[in-house]
Structure formats: structure tokens, C-alpha cells
């Protein structure tokens, strides 16, 4: 679970990180939403050095929960609702997440 945690964390970091700049650029936002935007990449590069295993596992098993976080993204922020397919796509997700990161070791 404590693994899942800190992905999740990551993938919000990310996601927080990438949506600021989106609001400045593409919804005309402040220019100052680039500062938090920074310091959110910057959590997420750090919270991904937090996992105990070899980076290129971390960035493959990371990328499932980050499916998972957008689309509840999509029906939170963005207000839409995620379709039947959006929910098999984020399950397959998991599943390959889950076969990457709790594999035997």
C-alpha cells in the first residue's frame, strides 16, 4: 500500500505540474502559475528517486498509477465523466502496474 501511496503522489505531483502551465498557456492563466508548476516537477522528480527499486521499473510501474490519476483528473477538474472504456484502460493499467512493481524480488 506504501508503494501505491507514493505513486500516487507522484503521479499528482506530475499531473499538478504539467496542468499549471496548461492554464497559462492555453486558458490565458498568470504567469505566475509557472512558479508552483516548477516546484511541482521539481516533488515529482524527488518522489520518484523515493522508490527502492531500479529507475527504469519506477518510470514503468509509475506510468499505470499516472493513467489512473489522469483519469480521475478528468472527472474531477475537467468535469468529465470517464467513460466504460476509460475505466478498462486505467484497469489494464493497474494490472501491469501491479505485475511490474510487487513482482517477487
Not at 492555453?26 to 524527488?46: D, E
Not at 466504460?84 to 493497474?94: F, S
Request: aromatic share 14%; glycine share 8%; charged share 10%.
Amino acid at each position: 500500500m506504501k508503494t501505491f501511496l507514493l505513486y500516487l503522489a507522484t503521479a499528482l505531483a506530475e499531473i499538478v505540474g504539467c496542468y499549471l502551465p496548461y492554464l497559462w498557456l492555453r486558458q490565458h492563466g498568470p504567469v505566475w502559475l509557472l512558479l508552483p508548476a516548477a516546484a511541482s516537477l521539481a516533488l515529482f522528480a524527488w518522489l520518484l528517486s523515493l522508490h527502492d527499486t531500479a529507475s527504469g521499473r519506477v518510470y514503468a510501474a509509475y506510468g499505470g498509477v499516472y493513467i489512473g490519476a489522469a483519469i480521475v483528473w478528468l472527472w474531477a477538474v475537467d468535469g468529465v465523466r470517464p467513460s466504460a472504456w476509460d475505466v478498462a484502460g486505467v484497469a489494464v493499467a493497474l494490472l501491469g502496474m501491479a505485475l511490474i512493481a510487487f513482482q517477487p524480488r
